[in-house]
Every structure is written in C-alpha cells, then in structure tokens.
C-alpha cells in the first residue's frame, strides 16, 4: 500500500485494481442509507400510490436491486462479485416529506459489498426521482452513507451517530 493508504494507486500514482487473489474468502454483508425529501404533493402520491408513472417504491426497489448488482460496470476499480442478498428497503418520513432508502447486500468473498449497497441505495432513490419529478422538480438527495459493513480484515464497522458532521 502507498504511504497514503490509498489502495488503488500504485507506486507511480496510476490508477489500478486492488489484487484481492490473496485474501481469504469471508461472509460480507453491508448497508447504506440516503433520503429523498420532496415537496408535500410529491409526497403525497408516493404515500397513496397515485404517482402517474406507476409504483413507485416497487420500481425504485428493483433499480436498486439491478444496479447493485452491475455496480462494477459503473465504478471503474470495483470488482464483480456474486451476490447472495440484495434487500432494498423503504419507510415514508411525513414529518420530513421525505423517503429513506437502506440497501443490504451478502456475498462470500474476497472483498466487500460497500459500493454495492451504496449504488443500490442511491439508484433506488434517484428512480423515486424519476417517477416523481414532473410533480416536483426540486427533490434533494440527501445523506447518502455506509450504516455498517461486516467481514474481511477491517472486520466490523458501525458508523457512528451523525457520521463526520
């Protein structure tokens, strides 16, 4: 590793594919987190199900699920990997007119499901903005982040209570 720690340059500072082929295989399991708050006609339609373009959460769930699993075709120096569990997970926040999404992903590997939960959440959360944006142009991503991500040799990380802000 460089003196920075940052593993996907080498010593001359190009860009490269971290070599993983040492690493032992382990259980991964990771999730993320991001919010999508809209204006309270938006909202609203999401909540009763009257979104024009159809179910919105239900096709939010599936771009999630899909691009969690193409995650290395979009990233660069991800590597593709054989998913067992994506779960992509909404609840409505009225107080924020918002929609929290969380994307869970498994796999046995030798690296792990960060980016993949991170794309899937993210995806799932700019579908709702597809799907919503003729009612409300101003909708804002927010707070998109790793909760905790288990196995290989980092181990066990739990992001702490209100991240770095």
Known sequence: MSENNLTHFDAAGNAVMVDVSGKPVTARE???????????????????????????LGVARIAGIMAAKRTSELIPLCHPLPLTKIRVDFELLPE???????????????????????????TALLTIYDMCKAVDKGMELSGIHLVEKTGGKSGHYIRSEGGYV
């Open 30 to 56: 990771a999730t993320a987190r991001g919010i999508l708050t809209m204006n309270a006609e938006a909202f609203a339609a999401v909540q009763s199900g009257t979104v024009k373009k159809g179910d919105v």
């Open 96 to 122: 924020q007119q918002a929609v929290e999404a969380r994307c869970t992903v498994k796999t046995s590997g030798v690296t792990g499901v960060e980016m993949e939960a991170l794309t899937g959440v993210s």
